[in-house]
């Protein structure tokens, strides 16, 4: 089956570091990328939707210089948190698609912002 | 405007019982739909899929949905529950039937304890 492999899947730093998280479709061509944040207890809130070689859709509300996504590659989306900061800890999921088949998810990132 | 409901947030059965998940969706189109489990610190893991005529259908680990137009209901079903199924379970819509991979609009979610 097709498989999303998401690294790392946990991560503590001290606030004002920037933080990456990658997102690699392993057995598929990802033309499409997404990124989700979770909250404790809550359902998925998606951020973003990147295709490849091209930039980012943002969420309304979601800052796009907070959260800098990239997907230079069919297989390989970034997620970068600029600067964070406590309130920016989270459980950042990403998941990947080809064309029109359903996404499939990584095991999720846990960011813990010191 | 499409939306989910999962009208339980917590489902508490006993190992062994039949195990109902409910879900209502409301869409302008045909929709595609979805459940997903995910387990504690984990992403999505895809159950099962409605995007065709055959209302019932069929997933792993012995889930099973049926799809009602009429009801604009996709219910999860297990005939047995067993201890690993144990998660929180998300009803999934994606607004516009064959395109399974469009931006997908999330149930709440639904807590299933399984008592030994």
């Known amino acids: 089956g097709a498989v999303v492999s998401q690294h790392p899947s946990w991560v503590i730093c001290k606030s004002g570091t920037s933080v990456k998280i990658e997102c690699r479709s392993l057995d598929f061509q990802a033309t499409t990328m997404f990124w989700y944040r979770q909250f404790p207890k809550q359902s998925l809130m998606l951020m973003a939707t990147s295709n490849e070689g091209s930039k980012a859709t943002y969420e309304q509300g979601v800052e796009k210089d907070k959260f800098l996504i990239n997907h230079a590659s069919l297989t390989l989306s970034t997620l970068t948190v600029t600067s964070a900061h406590p309130e920016d800890s989270s459980f950042y999921i990403c998941?990947?698609?080809?064309?029109?088949?359903?996404?499939?998810f990584g095991d999720g990132t846990r960011l813990s912002i010191l | 405007a499409q939306s989910v409901t999962q009208l339980d947030s917590h489902v508490s059965v006993s190992e062994g019982t039949p195990v109902l998940l409910r879900c209502n969706y409301s869409?302008?189109?045909?929709?595609?739909l979805f459940w997903y489990v995910q387990h504690p610190n984990k992403g999505l893991q895809l159950l099962l899929k409605y995007t065709s005529a055959a209302t019932l259908v069929k997933g792993i680990n012995g889930f099973e949905a049926e799809f009602k137009k009429s009801e604009t209901s996709f219910h999860l079903t297990k005939p047995s529950a067993h201890m690993s199924d144990a998660a929180e379970y998300f009803c999934v819509v994606s607004p516009r039937l064959y395109n399974q991979g469009g931006k997908l609009i999330f149930g709440q979610g639904t807590e299933l304890s399984v008592k030994p």
């Open positions: 869409s302008s189109y045909s929709p595609s």
């Open positions: 998941s990947a698609r080809y064309r029109n088949q359903p996404q499939h």
